[in-house]
Structure formats: structure tokens, C-alpha cells
């Protein structure tokens, strides 16, 4: 078997809307001759005209040299009629996301086109074994599926129908590699890898919204400043919209024929039927009509007198015992160390806590702090993304704890630079429970051959903008405990949604085995 070299292959672009144009671009500043087509010709000369003006105001500002503007113009040329690309060795489809139609398209081009020509769908979500089932030589047939904008997102999953030949996925790996691009390689599987994986990024933060254990403003501000994600998933999808993104969740949830992990959330149907789609109709989960747009979300001010009591001095303060390893937030102990005023015990111990006073405060492992610690002075908290940073800690006390016990600990966080956000009992809390279920959805994907985990952090990376990849989580975290919060959320709800992966229960006995004979 050889791989497709495709470096000097001649390449059409059927679609003249923004990913169509936007990958035309791409394989002409790469040195393909390609053509674009679009059923609507007037469509493709103001796309093509749209260009020209964007990679103008490029060369401008200093982006792009005057010279690849105009090579990559002189390799980009419209086509009017369809039987004008009977000679290119690969076309490319971004037209309207419906199987039938994708399949008439190819199955018109194997009549006009060779047999071996690579017929590669920019479908986000439609299975491309599908597609290729109506099409002739259905080997030929493959995913190429990019992310807007294409020139400027990394990411491209290649996707693999049953049929598609292994030489054609190779050759388009090696080809993305020379436009400079992040390829990834998937099964054909409903959602492919990127579609997928994010599911629980949403489901996860509008089921908190659902229990009315926080807000939109307030969960967006912890997935970001807490959890390091570059949007929270109420603006995330507010600016991809909510009818999209509503959308692209029942199709995953059906095509899974109905798998819990998947279902779609009522919040979110609630927007979508109100006509709040979000940015692009002025109001979503926000009004954006507003600027800034509302609500906003202040952080806790920090007051390091007045927190406990006016009369409160540093003396006072108890010491503060640190239990255990406190694995992934050395962080925590550190800045606890370094604190004026504070003074800081460090004991072995098998489990990690800190406690202060009578008040014990542990990490949270998908716990129910009113339910599993309801008779003792027990405070949960997050996963934090980056404790030598950190400015809000997220913090679910039980009911034993009173107002001058919060207090106590607001005043020792405060010593830190850091304000407590405290929040309802909810299992897992938001920041933890959300990437324990997007590993476990990463090592069902692996468990099922989609994807390796390599591709699967890489694409989490480079086409959502995760700070790191579900199994880069997994190994910060420890499978041991992302596997104890899946069981303490499947035990407290008692639903399927929350069930461990296989391939994540025997990647934690892995682990426990080896750190054994360690």
C-alpha cells in the first residue's frame, strides 16, 4: 500500500460560502491549482472578491507578503460549469449539511471526475460510511472535516468511512501537515471526535443550571477563571448559537440511539423555543444588546480585617493543618505556606485534607457535601486549574457549617489573594465533575476505536481551545480519582449518564497495579 501524494494535486472546492472560500484559500496559498464552484455563480465571485480585499488588508498590516497574495490569487480560479473539474485529483465538499444532497453531489462527480479521485465531505456530524454507501468506488470517499475559520483553526479531523482507503486517509494526513495544520485521524462515528468529546462541556454546565445550583454568569466566570477554559459554555454557546448548538446535541443523542451521556438539556430547548439563539438574535443566555453584556458576574471582594470580625487579629488564627499529598494542588499548599499571618502544619496522612479549626475542607471526588458529610463541618472544593495563579477557590460547605465558620475560611483564603465563591450542594461541583465526564467520554471514544488518545487530546486542543486534552487531565488528576467521581455521581443520581468507561476502569487498575510494585 502507498500513500496518496497529494502535494501537487489539483483541487476543487464546491461551496462558496465561509468554510468553502475559506478552504479554497488554504489549498491556493499552499501552491494548489483549485477551483471553486457554487451552484449560485454570483455567490463565488463575491466570495472570491471577499478574499481579495481580506488578504489585501492582510498584506497591509505586515500579515503577508504582497507576493503570496498574488500567487495565491493566480492559483484560485471560479468554475461555472461542474464538468470543468473532470481533471483534479481531489474535490472537496462544503455545501448544506444533509446526507442526500452530499451523496447526489458525488454521485454526479463520478461521472464527470476519475475513479480514483478523492471525494473528501467538510461534514461536522454526518457519518461519511453513509454518504459513501450511493457513491461509486466508495473508497474514495472521506471526511475532511475543518473548523471555522479554516485558514486560521489548526485542527482538521480526517474521518474514515467503514470503506475508505487506508492510502487516501495517510496521503490526506500528510497533506494537512504541509498547509500547516493539526490533523487528527477518526472512525466515522456520529460527532466524529471534536462533536463528541465536547458533548458533556454543555450538558454538564446546563444540568447545573437545571438543579439551580449557580447562574449563567457565575458558572461561566468558574469554567474560566477555576477550570481555565477560554469560554464558559453559557457564552460559548450563545456566540455559536443556541439553535446550532441545540441542534448538533439531539443529532449526537439520536444517532446514539438515545445513550443518556448525550441527552439534550431542557434549558437549552427553552432558549432555542423563545427564539434566543444567542449573539446572532441579541439574547441568549445574555443580553447582548446591552455593553457590557448582562449579567455580569462580580467576584467576592477580598477583605483581609473584616472577613472574621472587626476585633480579629492575626493571633487568633488557628493553625492550619494540612493532611495527606494534596496531588494536584501543591499549588494550594504552597501560598497556604507563604501567607502573612497564617501558620501552616504539614502531617502525613492516607487522606488529603486541610483543616482549620473544627472545619475540615477536602477535594471534591463527586461527593454530595450535604448528603456524604451532612453530621460533620466538612467544605468541598473544586479543581483548580492553576493554584499559583488562582484568584476565587469554589467552595460547597455542608449544613453543619455556620456564618462565622465561613467566615473563618473566607478570611484564610482571603490571606492568599484569593476570594471564595460559594456554591449550592452540587455533586462533583463544576469544574471536576465537567472533565471527569469529558475523560470518560475521550476513553469511550478510544474503548470503541475512534480515535487514540493523542488524537483525542489534539483535537480537544486545537478545535474547542481546551487548556489541555481529556487524558493530559487524566494524568494530572489520577484515574483513580476521575474513576471515584463518575461512581459517586452514578450513585447519587442513579442514572447511566454517569457510568465509568471500561477503558477507564482498567486504565485506573493499571495504574493502581504499578504504583503497587513501585
Known amino acids: 500500500m502507498e500513500t496518496r501524494d497529494l502535494s501537487t494535486a ?10 468553502g472560500i475559506g478552504i479554497a484559500q488554504l489549498a ?3 501552491g494548489h491549482t483549485t477551483y471553486l464552484f457554487d451552484v449560485d455563480a454570483a455567490k463565488s465571485q463575491a466570495a472570491l472578491a471577499g478574499l481579495e480585499s481580506l488578504l ?7 500579515k503577508m507578503t504582497q507576493t503570496l497574495l498574488d500567487s495565491t490569487l493566480a492559483n484560485l480560479s471560479i468554475v461555472t460549469d461542474i464538468n470543468e473539474l473532470a481533471a483534479v485529483q481531489m474535490v472537496v465538499e462544503a455545501i448544506v449539511e444533509r446526507q442526500d444532497i452530499k451523496q447526489q453531489l458525488f454521485i454526479q462527480l463520478a461521472d464527470i471526475c476519475a475513479n480514483d479521485t478523492i471525494f473528501a465531505s467538510n461534514t461536522s456530524s454526518i457519518s461519511i460510511t453513509a454518504i459513501a454507501a450511493a457513491v461509486p468506488n466508495p473508497e474514495r470517499v472521506v471526511g475532511l472535516h475543518f473548523f471555522n475559520p479554516a485558514p486560521v483553526m489548526k485542527l482538521v479531523e480526517i474521518v474514515r468511512g467503514l470503506r475508505t482507503a487506508p492510502e487516501i486517509t495517510e496521503g490526506l494526513f500528510d497533506l494537512m501537515r504541509t498547509w500547516k495544520k493539526v490533523p487528527v485521524t477518526a472512525k466515522s462515528t456520529p460527532g466524529f471526535i471534536v462533536n463528541r468529546v465536547a458533548r458533556p462541556y454543555y450538558a454538564e454546565g446546563f444540568r447545573a443550571l437545571q438543579e439551580n445550583a449557580t447562574t449563567p454568569a457565575q458558572l461561566d466566570f468558574i469554567m474560566r477563571e477555576v477550570g481555565g477554559f477560554a469560554m464558559g459554555p453559557c457564552e460559548l454557546t450563545d456566540l455559536i448559537g443556541q439553535d446550532v448548538n441545540f441542534s448538533v446535541t439531539q443529532s449526537v443523542y439520536q444517532a446514539f440511539f438515545y445513550e443518556p451521556r448525550y441527552r439534550p438539556s431542557l434549558v437549552q430547548q427553552e432558549l432555542v423555543d423563545a427564539g434566543c439563539f444567542g449573539r446572532k438574535s441579541g439574547q441568549g443566555f445574555y443580553d447582548h444588546s446591552q455593553t457590557p453584556k448582562a449579567p455580569v458576574y462580580t467576584l467576592p471582594s477580598i477583605n483581609v480585617k473584616d472577613d472574621v470580625n472587626d476585633d480579629m487579629n492575626d493571633k487568633e488564627m488557628p493553625t492550619i493543618i494540612v493532611r495527606g499529598e494534596w496531588q494536584y494542588a501543591n499549588g494550594l499548599v504552597e501560598r497556604l505556606q507563604a501567607a502573612d499571618g497564617l501558620t501552616v502544619r504539614l502531617e502525613a496522612a492516607d487522606e488529603s485534607i486541610i483543616e482549620i479549626g473544627e472545619i475540615s475542607i477536602r477535594l471534591s471526588l463527586g461527593e454530595s457535601v450535604e448528603i456524604d458529610h451532612g453530621d460533620a463541618k466538612v467544605m468541598l472544593m473544586d479543581w483548580q486549574a492553576e493554584w499559583t495563579q488562582a484568584r476565587a477557590v469554589v467552595l460547597a460547605a455542608a449544613m453543619t457549617c455556620d456564618d462565622n465558620e465561613r467566615a473563618l475560611v473566607a478570611q484564610v483564603f482571603a490571606r492568599l489573594g ?5 456554591t449550592a450542594d452540587h455533586p462533583g461541583l463544576y469544574v471536576l465533575r465537567t472533565i471527569a465526564m469529558l475523560i470518560n467520554e475521550g476513553c469511550e471514544a478510544v474503548l470503541h476505536d475512534i480515535a487514540s488518545e493523542a488524537d483525542i487530546d489534539a483535537a480537544m486542543k486545537y478545535g474547542v481551545n481546551y487548556p489541555k486534552g481529556p487524558f493530559e487531565w487524566a494524568a494530572l488528576l489520577g484515574y483513580d480519582t476521575v474513576l471515584s467521581t463518575l461512581n459517586n455521581l452514578q ?20 495504574y ?4 503497587a510494585y513501585a
Do not use: D, N, Q
Open 10 to 19: 489539483a483541487i476543487a472546492v464546491i461551496g462558496a460560502g465561509t468554510m
Open 512 to 515: 493502581r497495579a504499578a504504583s
Open 418 to 422: 484569593v476570594s471564595v465563591i460559594w
Open 28 to 30: 491556493a496559498m499552499h
Open 491 to 510: 450513585r447519587l443520581y442513579g442514572e447511566e449518564r454517569y457510568r465509568a468507561s471500561l477503558y477507564l476502569i482498567k486504565k485506573a487498575a493499571t
Open 56 to 62: 489585501a488588508k492582510r498584506v497591509e498590516k505586515g
